[in-house]
Protein backbone atom coordinates (compact mmCIF):
# COMPACT_ATOMS: atom_id res chain seq x y z
CA UNK A 1 0.00 0.00 0.00
CA UNK A 2 0.95 3.59 -0.45
CA UNK A 3 2.97 5.47 2.13
CA UNK A 4 1.64 8.60 3.49
CA UNK A 5 4.13 11.78 4.25
CA UNK A 6 2.73 12.36 6.85
CA UNK A 7 5.58 15.45 7.96
CA UNK A 8 4.30 17.57 5.04
CA UNK A 9 0.64 15.89 4.02
CA UNK A 10 2.03 14.67 1.03
CA UNK A 11 1.04 11.29 -0.01
CA UNK A 12 3.49 9.65 -2.13
CA UNK A 13 2.92 7.00 -4.60
CA UNK A 14 5.35 4.93 -2.99
CA UNK A 15 5.34 0.78 -2.03
CA UNK A 16 7.82 0.35 1.09
CA UNK A 17 9.78 -2.97 -1.16
CA UNK A 18 10.16 -0.25 -3.33
CA UNK A 19 13.29 0.45 -2.12
CA UNK A 20 15.39 3.34 -2.90
CA UNK A 21 14.98 3.52 -6.48
CA UNK A 22 10.95 3.33 -5.80
CA UNK A 23 11.46 6.49 -3.52
CA UNK A 24 13.04 8.75 -5.67
CA UNK A 25 10.53 7.58 -8.52
CA UNK A 26 7.92 8.66 -5.94
CA UNK A 27 9.46 12.03 -5.31
CA UNK A 28 9.95 12.41 -8.95
CA UNK A 29 6.54 12.42 -10.25
CA UNK A 30 5.69 14.79 -6.89
CA UNK A 31 7.92 17.48 -8.12
CA UNK A 32 6.80 16.88 -11.71
CA UNK A 33 3.07 17.16 -10.78
CA UNK A 34 3.55 20.00 -9.03
CA UNK A 35 2.24 18.92 -5.48
CA UNK A 36 5.76 19.68 -4.93
CA UNK A 37 6.46 23.32 -6.25
CA UNK A 38 9.63 25.03 -7.05
CA UNK A 39 10.99 25.92 -4.31
CA UNK A 40 9.12 24.17 -1.79
CA UNK A 41 11.77 22.98 1.61
CA UNK A 42 11.45 19.17 1.46
CA UNK A 43 11.87 17.60 5.38
CA UNK A 44 15.00 17.06 6.54
CA UNK A 45 17.04 13.38 6.11
CA UNK A 46 16.09 12.47 9.48
CA UNK A 47 12.27 13.42 9.45
CA UNK A 48 11.80 11.53 6.06
CA UNK A 49 13.38 8.41 7.55
CA UNK A 50 11.85 8.56 10.77
CA UNK A 51 7.88 9.40 8.63
CA UNK A 52 8.65 6.26 6.59
CA UNK A 53 10.61 3.82 8.43
CA UNK A 54 13.58 3.68 6.44
CA UNK A 55 17.42 3.89 6.81
CA UNK A 56 18.66 8.03 7.52
CA UNK A 57 21.30 6.50 4.66
CA UNK A 58 18.45 5.58 2.13
CA UNK A 59 16.90 8.88 2.27
CA UNK A 60 20.66 10.97 1.82
CA UNK A 61 21.28 8.33 -1.19
CA UNK A 62 18.03 9.57 -2.40
CA UNK A 63 18.24 13.57 -2.06
CA UNK A 64 21.78 13.49 -3.44
CA UNK A 65 20.82 11.36 -6.77
CA UNK A 66 17.48 14.00 -7.66
CA UNK A 67 19.88 16.69 -6.40
CA UNK A 68 22.37 15.50 -9.74
CA UNK A 69 19.27 15.01 -11.53
CA UNK A 70 18.37 18.91 -11.01
CA UNK A 71 15.07 17.88 -9.63
CA UNK A 72 16.51 19.49 -6.01
CA UNK A 73 19.49 21.87 -4.99
CA UNK A 74 20.98 21.85 -1.60
CA UNK A 75 23.13 25.32 -0.04
CA UNK A 76 25.44 24.59 3.41
CA UNK A 77 23.62 25.59 6.24
CA UNK A 78 19.50 25.81 4.52
CA UNK A 79 17.43 23.61 3.72
CA UNK A 80 16.86 21.08 0.95
CA UNK A 81 14.83 22.91 -1.59
CA UNK A 82 12.52 21.59 -4.94
CA UNK A 83 14.63 22.72 -7.73
CA UNK A 84 13.06 25.33 -9.98
CA UNK A 85 13.49 23.48 -13.32
CA UNK A 86 12.03 20.21 -11.30
CA UNK A 87 8.19 21.04 -12.31
CA UNK A 88 6.19 22.54 -15.55
CA UNK A 89 4.42 25.76 -15.45
CA UNK A 90 1.21 25.22 -13.59
CA UNK A 91 -0.82 26.89 -16.76
CA UNK A 92 0.04 27.64 -20.69
CA UNK A 93 2.28 30.56 -20.86
CA UNK A 94 -0.13 32.52 -22.53
CA UNK A 95 -2.70 32.45 -19.64
CA UNK A 96 0.11 33.76 -17.01
CA UNK A 97 0.06 36.61 -19.67
CA UNK A 98 -3.38 37.72 -20.00
CA UNK A 99 -5.53 35.86 -17.69
CA UNK A 100 -9.22 35.75 -18.25
CA UNK A 101 -11.07 38.46 -16.93
CA UNK A 102 -14.11 36.03 -16.14
CA UNK A 103 -15.85 33.19 -17.79
CA UNK A 104 -18.69 34.93 -19.36
CA UNK A 105 -16.10 37.76 -21.14
CA UNK A 106 -14.82 36.82 -24.57
CA UNK A 107 -10.94 36.53 -24.72
CA UNK A 108 -9.35 39.65 -25.41
CA UNK A 109 -6.72 41.74 -25.11
CA UNK A 110 -8.44 44.98 -23.74
CA UNK A 111 -11.44 44.38 -21.82
CA UNK A 112 -14.30 47.32 -22.32
CA UNK A 113 -16.85 44.64 -21.44
CA UNK A 114 -19.51 45.86 -19.05
CA UNK A 115 -20.29 45.10 -15.37
CA UNK A 116 -17.50 44.88 -13.52
CA UNK A 117 -15.45 48.21 -11.65
CA UNK A 118 -12.07 48.36 -12.07
CA UNK A 119 -10.70 45.99 -9.87
CA UNK A 120 -6.88 47.47 -9.19
CA UNK A 121 -8.92 50.17 -7.76
CA UNK A 122 -9.72 48.46 -4.69
CA UNK A 123 -8.96 50.15 -1.75
CA UNK A 124 -6.94 47.74 0.11
CA UNK A 125 -5.30 49.97 2.44
CA UNK A 126 -8.46 51.17 3.76
CA UNK A 127 -9.90 47.42 3.83
CA UNK A 128 -6.95 46.52 5.68
CA UNK A 129 -7.02 49.33 8.71
CA UNK A 130 -10.70 48.32 8.94
CA UNK A 131 -10.06 44.87 9.22
CA UNK A 132 -7.76 45.24 11.81
CA UNK A 133 -10.18 47.53 13.68
CA UNK A 134 -12.57 44.67 13.84
CA UNK A 135 -10.44 41.96 14.34
CA UNK A 136 -9.08 44.34 17.47
CA UNK A 137 -12.37 45.50 18.96
CA UNK A 138 -14.86 42.51 17.79
CA UNK A 139 -16.15 40.33 20.91
CA UNK A 140 -15.59 36.28 20.53
CA UNK A 141 -19.24 36.25 20.26
CA UNK A 142 -18.95 38.30 16.82
CA UNK A 143 -17.00 34.64 15.35
CA UNK A 144 -19.91 32.55 15.89
CA UNK A 145 -22.65 32.03 13.17
CA UNK A 146 -24.62 34.84 13.90
CA UNK A 147 -27.78 36.19 12.86
CA UNK A 148 -28.58 34.95 9.58
CA UNK A 149 -30.01 38.43 8.36
CA UNK A 150 -26.54 39.28 8.63
CA UNK A 151 -24.78 41.20 11.86
CA UNK A 152 -27.07 43.98 13.14
CA UNK A 153 -23.48 46.48 13.16
CA UNK A 154 -23.67 45.93 9.35
CA UNK A 155 -27.46 46.00 9.04
CA UNK A 156 -27.25 49.60 11.35
CA UNK A 157 -24.42 51.24 9.11
CA UNK A 158 -26.34 50.19 6.03
CA UNK A 159 -29.72 51.39 7.28
CA UNK A 160 -28.14 55.31 7.78
CA UNK A 161 -26.22 55.03 4.84
CA UNK A 162 -28.95 54.09 2.40
CA UNK A 163 -31.55 56.55 3.89
CA UNK A 164 -28.64 59.52 3.10
CA UNK A 165 -27.41 58.41 -0.19
CA UNK A 166 -30.59 56.73 -1.80
CA UNK A 167 -33.29 58.32 0.16
CA UNK A 168 -34.38 54.67 1.46
CA UNK A 169 -36.64 54.30 3.91
CA UNK A 170 -35.32 51.29 5.89
CA UNK A 171 -34.46 50.13 9.66
CA UNK A 172 -32.27 47.39 10.25
CA UNK A 173 -35.02 45.30 10.93
CA UNK A 174 -36.33 45.38 7.29
CA UNK A 175 -32.26 44.32 5.80
CA UNK A 176 -31.72 40.92 5.29
CA UNK A 177 -27.77 40.35 3.76
CA UNK A 178 -27.42 38.23 1.08
CA UNK A 179 -24.49 37.09 -1.37
CA UNK A 180 -25.60 39.07 -3.97
CA UNK A 181 -28.09 40.23 -6.47
CA UNK A 182 -27.50 36.61 -8.40
CA UNK A 183 -28.20 35.08 -5.05
CA UNK A 184 -31.08 37.67 -4.26
CA UNK A 185 -32.56 36.95 -7.19
CA UNK A 186 -32.46 32.89 -6.85
CA UNK A 187 -34.09 33.19 -3.23
CA UNK A 188 -36.47 35.67 -4.78
CA UNK A 189 -37.80 34.05 -7.98
CA UNK A 190 -38.50 30.64 -5.47
CA UNK A 191 -40.44 32.79 -2.97
CA UNK A 192 -42.84 34.42 -5.03
CA UNK A 193 -42.93 31.85 -8.13
CA UNK A 194 -43.13 34.50 -10.94
CA UNK A 195 -41.09 37.47 -12.26
CA UNK A 196 -41.56 39.97 -15.29
CA UNK A 197 -38.17 41.40 -15.93
CA UNK A 198 -37.54 44.86 -18.16
CA UNK A 199 -37.04 43.44 -21.84
CA UNK A 200 -34.05 44.26 -22.66
CA UNK A 201 -32.15 42.95 -18.98
CA UNK A 202 -29.66 41.17 -17.81
CA UNK A 203 -30.08 37.23 -19.22
CA UNK A 204 -28.37 36.18 -16.44
CA UNK A 205 -30.63 37.23 -13.76
CA UNK A 206 -33.45 35.66 -15.64
CA UNK A 207 -31.29 32.50 -15.63
CA UNK A 208 -31.24 32.40 -12.18
CA UNK A 209 -34.72 33.48 -11.33
CA UNK A 210 -35.60 30.38 -13.36
CA UNK A 211 -33.21 27.88 -11.48
CA UNK A 212 -34.98 29.20 -8.33
CA UNK A 213 -38.12 27.61 -9.72
CA UNK A 214 -39.62 30.85 -11.00
CA UNK A 215 -41.51 31.42 -14.24
CA UNK A 216 -40.03 34.41 -16.00
CA UNK A 217 -41.73 36.72 -18.45
CA UNK A 218 -40.52 40.38 -20.05
CA UNK A 219 -41.97 44.20 -20.30
CA UNK A 220 -40.60 46.41 -22.77
CA UNK A 221 -38.75 49.48 -21.82
CA UNK A 222 -38.43 52.62 -23.74
CA UNK A 223 -36.45 56.19 -23.20
CA UNK A 224 -38.55 57.00 -20.36
CA UNK A 225 -38.25 53.05 -19.11
CA UNK A 226 -40.36 50.51 -18.01
CA UNK A 227 -43.78 50.47 -19.87
CA UNK A 228 -45.92 50.31 -16.40
CA UNK A 229 -49.59 49.87 -18.25
CA UNK A 230 -48.17 46.60 -19.69
CA UNK A 231 -47.09 45.17 -16.27
CA UNK A 232 -49.22 41.66 -16.08
CA UNK A 233 -47.28 40.11 -13.21
CA UNK A 234 -47.23 39.75 -9.59
CA UNK A 235 -43.81 40.32 -9.43
CA UNK A 236 -41.42 42.35 -11.01
CA UNK A 237 -37.67 43.37 -11.76
CA UNK A 238 -36.53 46.84 -12.61
CA UNK A 239 -33.59 49.04 -13.22
CA UNK A 240 -35.07 52.52 -12.22
CA UNK A 241 -32.18 55.06 -11.29
CA UNK A 242 -29.86 53.60 -14.88
CA UNK A 243 -31.71 51.04 -16.96
CA UNK A 244 -29.75 47.78 -17.65
CA UNK A 245 -28.23 47.86 -20.33
CA UNK A 246 -29.80 51.05 -21.91
CA UNK A 247 -29.10 53.20 -19.51
CA UNK A 248 -32.52 55.51 -19.59
CA UNK A 249 -33.79 56.52 -16.18
CA UNK A 250 -37.17 55.64 -15.37
CA UNK A 251 -39.20 59.20 -16.31
CA UNK A 252 -41.21 60.85 -12.99
CA UNK A 253 -44.58 59.67 -14.04
CA UNK A 254 -43.72 56.06 -14.66
CA UNK A 255 -42.20 56.22 -11.05
CA UNK A 256 -45.65 57.27 -9.50
CA UNK A 257 -47.39 55.14 -11.82
CA UNK A 258 -44.98 51.92 -10.53
CA UNK A 259 -45.57 52.22 -6.99
CA UNK A 260 -49.58 53.06 -7.44
CA UNK A 261 -49.52 49.60 -9.47
CA UNK A 262 -47.61 48.24 -6.72
CA UNK A 263 -50.02 49.36 -4.36
CA UNK A 264 -53.42 49.21 -5.87
CA UNK A 265 -53.00 45.79 -7.35
CA UNK A 266 -51.07 44.30 -4.06
CA UNK A 267 -48.03 43.63 -6.98
CA UNK A 268 -44.41 43.99 -5.54
CA UNK A 269 -41.70 45.97 -7.42
CA UNK A 270 -38.02 44.71 -6.90
CA UNK A 271 -35.71 47.59 -7.75
CA UNK A 272 -31.85 46.48 -8.50
CA UNK A 273 -30.10 49.94 -7.45
CA UNK A 274 -26.87 48.30 -9.13
CA UNK A 275 -24.94 51.31 -9.97
CA UNK A 276 -27.21 54.17 -8.33
CA UNK A 277 -23.97 56.11 -6.55
CA UNK A 278 -22.40 57.15 -9.78
CA UNK A 279 -24.24 59.48 -11.05
CA UNK A 280 -22.41 62.35 -13.20
CA UNK A 281 -24.37 65.05 -15.21
CA UNK A 282 -27.30 65.78 -12.52
CA UNK A 283 -28.51 65.59 -8.81
CA UNK A 284 -28.83 61.46 -8.04
CA UNK A 285 -31.84 60.05 -8.10
CA UNK A 286 -33.43 58.43 -5.27
CA UNK A 287 -34.58 54.78 -4.72
CA UNK A 288 -38.15 54.23 -5.80
CA UNK A 289 -38.34 52.03 -2.56
CA UNK A 290 -39.64 55.39 -0.79
CA UNK A 291 -42.49 55.64 -2.62
CA UNK A 292 -44.00 52.17 -1.28
CA UNK A 293 -41.68 50.98 1.07
CA UNK A 294 -44.23 47.85 1.80
CA UNK A 295 -44.56 47.11 -1.76
CA UNK A 296 -41.11 47.56 -3.27
CA UNK A 297 -37.79 45.61 -2.07
CA UNK A 298 -34.64 47.48 -2.98
CA UNK A 299 -31.62 45.74 -3.68
CA UNK A 300 -27.83 46.86 -3.86
CA UNK A 301 -24.39 45.26 -3.91
CA UNK A 302 -20.53 46.32 -3.02
CA UNK A 303 -19.84 44.37 -6.64
CA UNK A 304 -19.65 48.14 -8.36
CA UNK A 305 -18.69 50.66 -5.29
CA UNK A 306 -15.76 47.99 -4.53
CA UNK A 307 -15.18 44.43 -5.94
CA UNK A 308 -17.72 41.96 -7.08
CA UNK A 309 -15.26 38.80 -5.24
CA UNK A 310 -16.80 40.17 -2.00
CA UNK A 311 -20.56 39.05 -2.81
CA UNK A 312 -22.04 41.34 -0.51
CA UNK A 313 -25.49 42.53 -1.54
CA UNK A 314 -28.47 43.36 1.12
CA UNK A 315 -32.22 43.85 0.44
CA UNK A 316 -34.22 45.97 2.08
CA UNK A 317 -37.66 44.05 2.67
CA UNK A 318 -41.19 45.25 3.30
CA UNK A 319 -41.86 44.21 7.13
CA UNK A 320 -44.12 40.94 6.09
CA UNK A 321 -41.03 39.69 3.40
CA UNK A 322 -38.29 39.97 6.03
CA UNK A 323 -38.66 36.34 7.93
CA UNK A 324 -39.38 34.60 4.50
CA UNK A 325 -37.14 36.30 2.22
CA UNK A 326 -34.51 36.08 5.27
CA UNK A 327 -35.22 32.39 4.80
CA UNK A 328 -34.98 31.86 1.53
CA UNK A 329 -31.96 33.00 1.39
CA UNK A 330 -30.59 30.47 3.97
CA UNK A 331 -32.13 27.88 2.08
CA UNK A 332 -29.63 28.31 -0.78
CA UNK A 333 -26.98 26.74 1.76
CA UNK A 334 -25.73 30.75 2.03
CA UNK A 335 -24.42 31.63 5.58
CA UNK A 336 -23.33 35.52 5.93
CA UNK A 337 -19.49 36.08 5.96
CA UNK A 338 -19.53 38.25 9.28
CA UNK A 339 -15.56 39.31 9.37
CA UNK A 340 -16.47 40.64 5.95
CA UNK A 341 -19.67 42.21 7.22
CA UNK A 342 -18.18 43.42 9.94
CA UNK A 343 -15.14 45.29 7.86
CA UNK A 344 -17.64 46.39 5.58
CA UNK A 345 -19.45 48.40 8.07
CA UNK A 346 -16.50 49.87 9.87
CA UNK A 347 -15.66 51.23 6.66
CA UNK A 348 -19.30 52.68 5.88
CA UNK A 349 -19.26 53.82 9.97
CA UNK A 350 -15.44 55.45 9.46
CA UNK A 351 -16.31 57.83 6.06
CA UNK A 352 -13.84 55.60 3.86
CA UNK A 353 -16.37 53.82 1.92
CA UNK A 354 -18.27 57.55 0.88
CA UNK A 355 -14.45 58.87 0.16
CA UNK A 356 -13.93 55.34 -1.98
CA UNK A 357 -17.11 56.36 -3.56
CA UNK A 358 -16.14 59.97 -4.57
CA UNK A 359 -12.54 59.23 -5.84
CA UNK A 360 -14.54 57.00 -8.09
CA UNK A 361 -17.38 58.75 -9.23
CA UNK A 362 -14.58 61.00 -10.07
CA UNK A 363 -12.52 58.90 -11.90
CA UNK A 364 -15.11 57.02 -13.95
CA UNK A 365 -16.89 60.69 -15.04
CA UNK A 366 -13.27 61.08 -16.75
CA UNK A 367 -13.57 58.06 -18.48
CA UNK A 368 -16.77 58.44 -19.58
CA UNK A 369 -15.77 62.06 -21.02
CA UNK A 370 -12.85 60.56 -22.91
CA UNK A 371 -14.97 57.59 -24.36
CA UNK A 372 -17.71 60.63 -25.56
CA UNK A 373 -15.17 62.71 -26.96
CA UNK A 374 -13.37 59.92 -28.70
CA UNK A 375 -16.55 58.29 -30.24
CA UNK A 376 -16.33 58.89 -34.22
CA UNK A 377 -19.22 60.31 -36.27
CA UNK A 378 -22.20 57.61 -36.31
CA UNK A 379 -22.74 56.34 -33.32
CA UNK A 380 -25.37 57.30 -30.85
CA UNK A 381 -24.66 57.07 -27.00
CA UNK A 382 -27.47 56.65 -24.19
CA UNK A 383 -27.36 56.15 -20.76
CA UNK A 384 -24.34 58.34 -20.54
CA UNK A 385 -25.68 60.13 -17.63
CA UNK A 386 -25.09 57.76 -14.78
CA UNK A 387 -23.25 54.29 -14.06
CA UNK A 388 -20.48 52.33 -15.66
CA UNK A 389 -21.32 51.62 -19.04
CA UNK A 390 -22.63 53.22 -22.17
CA UNK A 391 -24.80 51.64 -24.82
CA UNK A 392 -23.87 52.53 -28.62
CA UNK A 393 -26.58 52.68 -31.23
CA UNK A 394 -24.42 51.34 -34.64
CA UNK A 395 -25.19 52.76 -37.50
CA UNK A 396 -25.45 51.12 -41.08
CA UNK A 397 -24.26 47.31 -40.05
CA UNK A 398 -25.75 44.71 -38.20
CA UNK A 399 -24.53 44.17 -34.52
CA UNK A 400 -23.24 40.63 -35.78
CA UNK A 401 -21.01 42.13 -38.02
CA UNK A 402 -19.88 45.12 -35.43
CA UNK A 403 -19.12 42.70 -32.15
CA UNK A 404 -16.78 40.49 -34.96
CA UNK A 405 -14.88 43.85 -36.16
CA UNK A 406 -14.65 45.31 -32.77
CA UNK A 407 -13.48 41.20 -31.57
CA UNK A 408 -10.63 41.47 -33.85
CA UNK A 409 -9.35 44.12 -32.63
CA UNK A 410 -9.09 42.20 -29.35
CA UNK A 411 -11.50 44.28 -27.49
CA UNK A 412 -14.18 42.95 -25.20
CA UNK A 413 -17.65 44.57 -25.41
CA UNK A 414 -21.19 42.91 -24.89
CA UNK A 415 -23.73 43.42 -27.76
CA UNK A 416 -27.81 44.18 -27.08
CA UNK A 417 -29.00 41.69 -28.61
CA UNK A 418 -28.65 38.82 -25.97
CA UNK A 419 -30.29 41.04 -23.72
CA UNK A 420 -33.74 41.04 -25.29
CA UNK A 421 -36.80 38.47 -24.71
CA UNK A 422 -38.26 39.48 -27.32
CA UNK A 423 -37.96 39.82 -31.05
CA UNK A 424 -34.55 41.78 -31.72
CA UNK A 425 -35.25 45.85 -32.97
CA UNK A 426 -32.00 48.77 -33.32
CA UNK A 427 -28.81 46.64 -32.67
CA UNK A 428 -26.70 47.96 -29.94
CA UNK A 429 -23.05 47.60 -28.20
CA UNK A 430 -22.92 47.61 -24.42
CA UNK A 431 -19.08 49.27 -23.04
CA UNK A 432 -18.10 49.18 -19.44
CA UNK A 433 -15.62 51.92 -19.69
CA UNK A 434 -14.93 51.53 -15.44
CA UNK A 435 -13.49 47.39 -16.52
CA UNK A 436 -9.79 48.21 -17.30
CA UNK A 437 -6.78 49.76 -14.86
CA UNK A 438 -6.13 53.16 -15.18
CA UNK A 439 -2.64 52.67 -17.24
CA UNK A 440 -4.92 49.96 -19.42
CA UNK A 441 -7.81 52.77 -20.13
CA UNK A 442 -6.41 54.83 -22.98
CA UNK A 443 -4.51 52.07 -25.22
CA UNK A 444 -8.57 50.12 -24.57
CA UNK A 445 -10.10 53.22 -25.88
CA UNK A 446 -7.74 53.76 -28.68
CA UNK A 447 -8.87 49.91 -29.84
CA UNK A 448 -11.94 50.48 -29.92
CA UNK A 449 -12.40 53.81 -31.59
CA UNK A 450 -9.91 52.11 -34.52
CA UNK A 451 -12.44 49.06 -34.72
CA UNK A 452 -15.56 51.91 -34.86
CA UNK A 453 -13.90 53.34 -37.74
CA UNK A 454 -13.70 50.59 -39.15
CA UNK A 455 -17.09 49.84 -39.29
CA UNK A 456 -18.16 53.26 -40.60
CA UNK A 457 -15.51 52.83 -43.46
Known sequence: MAVPWSSSDLHLDWQPDGGRRGLAEALRRAIRDG???PGAVVPSTRTLARDLGVARGTITRVYADLTVEGYLYTSQGAPTRVAATGAPPIAPPEEKIRPRAAPWVPDARWDLYPGRPDLSAFPRAAWLSAARRVLQ????????????????????ALARYLART???????????????????ITALGHVFGELAFEDPSLPEFRTMATLGGARVTGVRVDEHGLQVSELDSPVVVVTPAHQYPLGVTLAPERRTALARWATDTGGLVIEDDYDGEFRFDRQPVGAVQALAPERIVYAGTVSKTL????????LVVPRALAE????????????????DHLILAELLNSGAYDRHVRQRRAAYRRRRDRLLGALPPGFTPTGISAGLHLMLGIPGTSEEEALATISRHSVAVDGLARHRMAEQREPGIVVGYATPAEHAFG???????????EITA
Open 35 to 37: RLS
Open 137 to 156: DAPAAALDYGDTRGPAALRE
Open 166 to 184: RGVLADPGRIVLCGGFKHA
Open 307 to 314: VPALHIGW
Open 324 to 339: PVRDALAGTGWRPPAL
Open 443 to 453: PALEALVTALR
